[in-house]
């Protein structure tokens, strides 16, 4: 279930960073390829094609900076909302 999240994440942000690869790790703000109001959008991304809600504790850049801190706060709302 992870990896097609990841795939999931990678495909949503290679619509946006065409030009090069992300590698799972990298920080997409720090990179330059996305600004801070970026963030909103893959807020949405994760709510609306991932189906999992993102709680207002969850709304730091921190969470969305990178695929691996995208998967990881899906996994976390995940193993959450499962109980």
Known sequence: MMENIRRQVRAFLARYVRDREIADDENI??????NSLFVMQLVLFVESELDCPVADEDLELEN???IDAIVALVGRRTATVRG
Do not use: Q
């Open 29 to 34: 703000f720090a990179a330059g390829d996305v």
């Open 64 to 66: 969305f900076s990178s």
